[in-house]
């Protein structure tokens, strides 16, 4: 595999219910990162993970959602009681970061796109 | 705070044509940037990036970009465009971290 996988691709489900996504980025990066896209927007950062850490997190990730990284390999988003504003495309990202500060290549996946009816 | 403007929602143009997709960014200090491109239900891919030096860069499938410090511009080219090349595309700007921040996208047309 040579690239961020993420799944599901599709997603659909009820407003109120749980919903988790799976990503799992290039193997040697460190870095990954959680984006939400809506339609007819750019990508939005949710957060940003070093190794397991997750270094920052976006005012637009409330208490609803959480991420986590717990090996520093693959990662999941959860998405708890969710509402039709969660509607959306959910992209993970994962780059290799040479060092605090440093500014390398994401490499993005599919994404998962999530509808909430 | 960081902001990344594509003034233009839609463009289309002529397959053969030549293309530019605007692009202005708001950073206080030395910026990275990137475009990318969009494919309908599909993620992104890195077309270019500018870190420093050489202010035009090339990329692939035949796409150049040229930063202006001056015009805080990093607008893209491409003298000749194909019909695959129908996409949205994204210009972003990566302050410290690699936390990239987007534009709202452009979308290309091509008609033959």
């Known amino acids: 595999d040579t690239g961020v996988s993420q799944n599901p691709r599709h997603k659909i489900t009820k407003r109120g219910q749980n919903v988790t996504f799976r990503c799992d980025p290039i193997s040697e990066h460190n870095r990954l990162y959680w984006y939400r896209q809506t339609l007819g927007q750019g990508p939005e950062f949710l957060t940003y993970f070093q190794n397991e850490a997750q270094l920052e997190k976006s005012r637009l990730l409330s208490d609803r959602f959480s991420a986590e990284r717990p090996k520093g390999s693959f990662s999941t988003l959860e998405i708890q009681r969710t509402e039709q504003g969660d509607s959306a495309m959910y992209l993970c990202?994962?780059?290799?970061?040479?060092?605090?500060?440093?500014?390398?290549?994401?490499?993005f996946g599919q994404g998962t796109r999530l509808t909430v009816v | 705070a960081q902001s990344v403007t594509q003034p233009d929602i839609h463009i289309t143009v002529s397959e053969g044509a030549s293309l530019e997709l605007r692009c202005n960014y708001s950073?206080?200090?030395?910026?990275?940037l990137f475009w990318y491109v969009q494919s309908p239900g599909q993620g992104l891919q890195l077309l270019l990036k500018y870190f420093s030096g050489d202010t035009l860069v090339q990329g692939i499938k035949g796409f150049e970009a040229e930063f202006k410090r001056s015009q805080s511009s990093f607008n893209l080219r491409k003298p000749s465009v194909h019909w695959s090349d129908a996409a949205e595309y994204f210009c972003?700007?990566?302050?410290?971290?690699?936390?990239?921040?987007f534009g709202a996208g452009t979308i290309l047309r091509v008609k033959s």
């Open positions: 990202a994962s780059s290799l970061g040479q060092g605090l500060g440093s500014v390398t290549e994401a490499f």
């Open positions: 950073y206080g200090a030395t910026p990275y």
């Open positions: 972003a700007v990566g302050p410290y971290g690699n936390k990239l921040v």
